[in-house]
Structures are given as C-alpha cells and as structure tokens.
C-alpha cells in the first residue's frame, strides 16, 4: 500500500494533552480502509514514554486514534476522529517501542496501547503487541471493552493485562454519560473472568453522573464479583481536557463541573476495600 508515512517533522512522541488534528487527513478513505483491515499501518495520537499510571511499572503508551463513545468527560475528544491521528507503519511502531525495552524491563514496566479507542483498530493493535512480545516487552490494552468481541482467544494471549475503562455499571446512567449501552463491555469484562485474564478496572468519578455511592457501590460490587480484577483506578474527574473541547469548537458539557472531593474519594476506595478489591 502507498500511504504516505507519519510527517518526519511532527514528532511521534507527545502527550495525551496535546492536542492533535487532521494529521491523517491526507489518506484517502479508500488507503485508510485497507490499512485498518491488513493493521500494516495504524492512525497514532502520538506516544508517551516514561508514564507511570498506564499500567504496571514504566510504559511506553501509544494512543491511538477513533472512538466509538462519546464520554462527557473525555480528556482526549481530539482522538474521537481516526484522521486525527498520524498514519505510522506497523515496523516503524514496533521500533519505537523496541528501543526502550531495556528501560521496560528495568522499570518492571511495558507497551501499553490506549486511545482512543484501540479495538476501533484491532489488526494493527494486535501486530503492534505481537511486535512488542516477541522483543520480551509485556503488554497491557486500554479499553473501554465494548468491542471486546473482536479478540479471539488467541488475540489475547498477545495481551498480558487488560485494563478495563468501565464507566457505569447502571445501563441509563452508562449511556447518558458515554451515548452508548455497556452490555458489550459488560461481556468481555465476564469474559475476561471465566478466562481468567489479568485485568484492571479503571473508573472515573464524575461528578453528577458516577459521584454517588450507590453507583460507585456497584462497581465495588462487580470488581469483587469478577474475581480476576488485580487492581482497580479509582480516577477523580479533572479539567485537563476542557481546552481540547473549546479548541476543537466543541460543546462541553462538564465545562463548569468541580472534581469530586478528596473526602469522596476516600469513601469510594474504602468502600471497594470492604468487598475486598485492591484499590489505588
Ligand atoms: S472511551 Fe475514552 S477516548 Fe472514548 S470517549 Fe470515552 S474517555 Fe474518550
């Protein structure tokens, strides 16, 4: 395929903050279609590296382009669209990644991959962390699990942890905060139980959709129910998106919404220490 390569003079690696449009713009739908299906090339946001909350130890992050859910509280509405990210080959991430494996392993680290929403491009995602195994480097997916059906269970022996981003465990409360049904997301985090796969719940207090404790009760409750959940994020809602959603010229519904206080995080971590679950 002749897609043109990621611009040398945007850097591949970044932020999650910062902010990054239109950088795949250039492919035409036809090209952007076929390299989604082969995963030879990938639409990346950009990679961080030397992040210390994406996963166990140190990681390297590559964020990638698309999603299918709309989050009021998203922090990267910028990687919503596949063209926004930059078109990269397969080997070109693959080294990326390789030449910091001697640091992973040190720092007990890995590779993880996060977006976006990575599922949305599943061939690459899954070369990409074939790439990265086969270097000794461990892998962890950062998903909203709603296309967890894509994986076979072959898929996932590619992927050392899962990290679970649920966002609601009450169906109206999940789809008037993300647009979309959990079900799915409900499935493959079941799915992921019988398997017994390492995984990590990550939940965002949100305030005036996830702040109560009925509803952080019922995540408590899922996590232990699970039982293959090692850890769980409890994540404070924060502003540090707001400038993407005004930059890109987009309403923000949580524009003037103050992050949860320190008190009511304490009593949601004491709340999934009571069923048992590893909060941090
Ligand atoms: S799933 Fe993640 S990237 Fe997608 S809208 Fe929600 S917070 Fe944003």
Same mark, same amino acid.
């Given at each position: 395929?002749?897609?043109?390569?990621?611009?040398?003079?945007?850097?591949? &690696?970044?932020?999650?903050?910062?902010?990054?449009?239109?950088?795949?713009?250039?492919?035409?739908?036809?090209? @952007?279609?076929?390299?989604?299906?082969?995963?030879?090339?990938?639409?990346?946001?950009?990679?961080?590296?030397?992040?210390? /909350?994406?996963?166990?130890?140190?990681?390297?992050?590559?964020?990638?382009?698309? !999603?299918?859910?709309? !989050?009021?509280? !998203?922090?990267?509405?910028?990687?919503?669209?596949?063209?926004?990210?930059?078109? /990269?080959?397969?080997?070109?991430?693959?080294?990326?990644?390789?030449?910091?494996?001697?640091?992973?392993?040190?720092?007990?680290?890995?590779?993880?991959?996060?977006?976006?929403?990575?599922?949305?491009?599943?061939?690459?995602?899954?070369?990409?962390?074939?790439?990265?195994?086969?270097?000794?480097?461990?892998?962890?997916?950062?998903?909203?699990?709603?296309?967890?059906?894509?994986?076979?269970? &072959?898929?996932?022996?590619?992927?050392?942890?899962?990290?679970?981003?649920?966002?609601?465990?009450?169906?109206?409360?999940?789809?008037?905060?993300?647009?979309?049904?959990?079900?799915?997301?409900?499935?493959?985090?079941? @799915?992921?139980?019988?398997?017994?796969?390492?995984?990590?719940?990550?939940?965002?207090v949100?305030?005036?959709?996830t702040d109560t404790l009925d509803e952080i009760g019922k995540m408590a409750?899922?996590?232990?129910?699970?039982?293959?959940?090692?850890?769980?994020?409890?994540?404070?809602?924060?502003?540090?998106?707001?400038?993407?959603?005004?930059?890109?010229?987009?309403?923000?519904?949580?524009?003037?919404?103050?992050?949860?206080?320190? &008190?009511?995080?304490?009593?949601a971590?004491?709340r999934?220490?009571? /069923?048992?679950?590893?909060?941090?």
């Amino acid at each position: 395929m002749e897609l043109k390569s990621a611009d040398p003079t945007i850097p591949l &690696e970044g932020s999650p903050y910062d902010l990054r449009v239109s950088l795949g713009e250039q492919v035409p739908e036809f090209d @952007r279609k076929a390299a989604l299906e082969s995963g030879d090339w990938g639409f990346i946001h950009s990679f961080t590296t030397g992040s210390a /909350v994406d996963g166990p130890g140190m990681r390297v992050v590559a964020w990638l382009t698309s !999603c299918q859910f709309r !989050c009021a509280f !998203c922090h990267n509405p910028d990687t919503w669209k596949l063209s926004n990210g930059m078109p /990269v080959p397969l080997q070109r991430a693959v080294d990326v990644v390789k030449q910091y494996r001697i640091g992973l392993k040190t720092m007990h680290g890995g590779l993880t991959i996060s977006g976006g929403e990575p599922l949305m491009q599943k061939p690459f995602l899954i070369k990409l962390f074939q790439g990265a195994k086969a270097a000794g480097i461990h892998t962890a997916l950062d998903t909203n699990g709603a296309l967890g059906d894509r994986l076979t269970d &072959e898929d996932l022996k590619s992927i050392d942890l899962v990290m679970l981003g649920l966002k609601a465990v009450t169906p109206d409360l999940h789809k008037r905060l993300t647009g979309m049904d959990n079900a799915p997301s409900l499935a493959f985090a079941r @799915r992921l139980a019988a398997l017994k796969h390492p995984a990590w719940i990550r939940f965002v207090v949100v305030p005036g959709f996830t702040d109560t404790l009925d509803e952080i009760g019922k995540m408590a409750d899922l996590a232990a129910e699970l039982g293959n959940i090692e850890r769980v994020d409890l994540l404070p809602f924060h502003q540090l998106g707001k400038f993407k959603w005004e930059k890109l010229g987009m309403d923000y519904p949580l524009k003037d919404a103050v992050p949860p206080s320190q &008190e009511l995080m304490e009593q949601a971590a004491e709340r999934f220490r009571s /069923v048992g679950v590893n909060v941090v």
